[in-house]
């Protein structure tokens, strides 16, 4: 009898483009984000009185109908001691990438929408934080999907971790230090940690000063006028820097944490 056909080889285990990769992980971070809602909201508890009681409603984003979630004001944190975190060794920025921890914390901070918007300096805006530019052909009041909010948070997360890591040269950094930097690029914008514009923040790093760099975390304006996110933001940032606390200083520990 005549051998039969040879069978197609299959690969085990394939390996997703690179890009698919990113995009599972951002949405398996939505996905948790969503759960931590919902334990929030099982959970029953109000807002606690205080500066940060009143916050922007969907505070967890993609809350604003990005990943189909209702609009409704998320429920408080419940105050609690900060959770500790174990410090990672220092290694150089060139081997470190931004965590799930900062993606969600830089996801719960600027929210999300899929209509162009100005933001507090009267810049075009969409998605997580995502500044217009001329290449997007957006203009305010369009509508975007939620593929392209995606492509725009992994498109300025990465250059938000290139800033950081021709800002900080051969300065090795933890995991945190590594995503604070990353969340003050991504908040501020590279061109305003430069020399210039940030002779205090590039002395630090020059000088390997860890305390000073972490002095230099905060960014209160936005178009030269005080912004209290800003203030909240940066207070939230140094934490992240010097004691690896990812937990928003204003609210204590997410319901969904606290046991």
Same mark, same amino acid.
């Given at each position: 009898?005549?051998?039969?056909?040879?069978?197609?080889? &299959?690969?085990?285990?394939?390996t997703p483009p690179s890009g698919r990769r990113r995009?599972?992980?951002?949405?398996?971070?939505?996905?948790?984000?969503?759960?931590?809602?919902?334990?929030?909201?099982?959970?029953?508890?109000?807002?606690?009185?205080? #500066?940060?009681?009143?916050?922007?409603?969907?505070?967890?984003?993609?809350?604003?109908?990005?990943?189909?979630?209702?609009?409704?004001?998320?429920?408080?944190? &419940?105050?609690?001691?900060?959770?500790?975190?174990?410090?990672?060794?220092?290694?150089?920025?060139?081997?470190?990438?931004? #965590?799930?921890d900062l993606l969600e914390t830089v996801i719960e901070?600027?929210?999300?929408?899929?209509?162009?918007?100005?933001?507090?300096?009267?810049?075009?805006?969409?998605?997580?934080?995502?500044?217009? #530019?001329?290449?997007?052909?957006?203009?305010? *009041?369009?509508?975007?999907?939620?593929?392209?909010?995606?492509? $725009?948070?992994?498109?300025?997360?990465?250059?938000?971790?290139?800033?950081?890591?021709?800002?900080?040269?051969?300065?090795?950094?933890?995991?945190?230090?590594?995503?604070?930097?990353?969340?003050?690029? $991504?908040?501020?914008?590279?061109?305003?940690?430069?020399?210039?514009?940030?002779?205090?923040?590039?002395?630090?790093?020059?000088?390997?000063?860890?305390?000073?760099?972490?002095?230099?975390?905060?960014?209160?304006?936005?178009?030269?006028?005080?912004?209290? *996110?800003?203030?909240?933001?940066?207070?939230?940032?140094?934490?992240? $820097?010097?004691?690896?606390?990812?937990?928003?200083?204003?609210?204590?520990?997410?319901?969904?944490?606290?046991?």
């Amino acid at each position: 009898m005549p051998a039969p056909p040879p069978l197609p080889s &299959v690969a085990r285990h394939p390996t997703p483009p690179s890009g698919r990769r990113r995009r599972e992980k951002l949405q398996s971070i939505v996905a948790r984000l969503r759960e931590r809602r919902r334990s929030r909201s099982r959970r029953g508890r109000r807002r606690t009185p205080g #500066s940060l009681a009143r916050k922007r409603k969907a505070a967890l984003a993609f809350s604003v109908g990005v990943m189909g979630l209702s609009s409704g004001a998320m429920p408080a944190s &419940v105050p609690a001691p900060a959770v500790a975190k174990t410090f990672d060794k220092r290694r150089p920025a060139a081997l470190l990438s931004a #965590s799930d921890d900062l993606l969600e914390t830089v996801i719960e901070e600027e929210g999300a929408r899929r209509t162009v918007y100005r933001d507090v300096a009267g810049y075009p805006t969409v998605g997580v934080g995502h500044l217009v #530019s001329r290449a997007d052909h957006l203009r305010v *009041g369009d509508r975007v999907s939620r593929d392209r909010v995606l492509d $725009f948070l992994e498109q300025d997360i990465a250059e938000a971790q290139q800033g950081v890591r021709r800002l900080v040269g051969d300065l090795p950094l933890s995991q945190n230090e590594y995503d604070a930097l990353v969340d003050l690029a $991504f908040n501020v914008g590279q061109g305003n940690l430069s020399a210039e514009h940030s002779p205090g923040l590039n002395a630090a790093i020059q000088a390997r000063d860890y305390e000073a760099i972490a002095a230099e975390l905060d960014y209160h304006h936005a178009d030269g006028h005080m912004a209290r *996110g800003l203030v909240y933001r940066s207070e939230r940032r140094a934490n992240m $820097f010097l004691n690896a606390s990812y937990t928003d200083p204003g609210e204590g520990v997410p319901a969904a944490l606290a046991a």
